[in-house]
């Protein structure tokens, strides 16, 4: 270990998370590792909703519409939804950038900016749907 | 001499898995979309006869084993990031693994017994 300490360069280290200021890809890139640690987090209810949801026994199907009117699954389930589009908006831009789309500066803020804007527009537009709106 | 041999070298492959697993997992969460539109929840019957067709069966388990292995790649990321005793970030490894393991035993018995 002492060697690779010779071989390795003091770097100066900032790592005052109250004062350091990101851009927004930045934002967008932790967002994409918090929602995904939620969906990974959530995974058992998702199965055990599909399980019911696809049970012939009426009183699981009973038991899926009682859980899945509760207001507090429901918020779990607009935050999932937000979860997988915001993974799925972020992760189309990370296949872009392996194949050298939007790499520049100004494009990278901009397609920052559409994977917040378009995940939290359809995450409106399936919540209003969740809570029946429509 | 000197030089301190470092990782386990499944950088690239995890790196690969991750984008295939995230484009397959893509398509299907698209088909499933489009599905649903065509009309494949208007009914509990609609919805189980769909599910237990040999096609969807077949890009479910796809599906399953992709998320599987995605959300290995990614969570034992986030402990290597974050936890620095060893022993305890193995026993997360370990726990994720167990987890994820279980979890997709679970969902391809669900989608497979239709």
């Known amino acids: 270990m002492s060697e690779v300490k010779k071989l390795t360069k003091q770097r100066p280290k ?121 | 001499m000197g030089r301190m041999v470092v990782g386990a070298h499944y950088g690239l492959k995890d790196w690969l898995a991750q984008r295939i697993t995230a484009v397959l997992m893509a398509i299907y969460a698209v088909v499933i979309f489009v599905a649903i539109l065509c009309g494949v929840t208007s009914s509990a019957q609609a919805w189980r006869d769909f599910m237990s067709h040999g096609a969807v069966q077949f890009i479910s388990l796809l599906f399953i084993l992709s998320l599987g292995y995605h959300a290995w790649v990614g969570v034992r990321d986030i402990w290597m990031d974050y936890i620095k005793p060893t022993s305890v970030r193995i026993m997360l490894h370990v726990l994720t693994l167990l987890v994820l393991v279980g979890c997709a035993g679970w969902a391809i018995q669900i989608i497979w017994r239709l």
């Not at chain 1, 350091?20 to 930045?26: A, E, F, K, N, T």
């Not at chain 1, 207001?71 to 872009?96: E, N, P, Q, S, Y």
């Not at chain 1, 392996?98 to 804007?117: F, I, L, N, P, Y």
Request: hydrophobic share 60%; aromatic share 10%.
């Open chain 1, 14 to 134: 900032f790592l005052d998370l109250t004062a350091i200021r990101l851009p927004l890809s930045g934002y967008a890139s932790i967002l994409h590792r918090v929602s995904g640690a939620g969906m990974f987090l959530m995974l058992p209810l998702l199965i055990w909703l599909l399980e019911l949801s696809l049970s012939t026994a009426p009183e699981q199907a009973g038991q899926f519409a009682q859980i899945t009117g509760n207001i507090f699954v429901r918020i779990i389930l607009l935050g999932l939804i937000w979860a997988f589009l915001h993974h799925f908006c972020m992760g189309l831009r990370i296949l872009l950038i392996d194949v050298h789309v939007g790499v520049e500066k100004q494009q990278s803020r901009t397609t920052a900016m559409v994977v917040m804007v378009v995940s939290l527009a359809l995450t409106a537009a399936f919540g209003l749907k969740l809570f029946g709106v429509y």
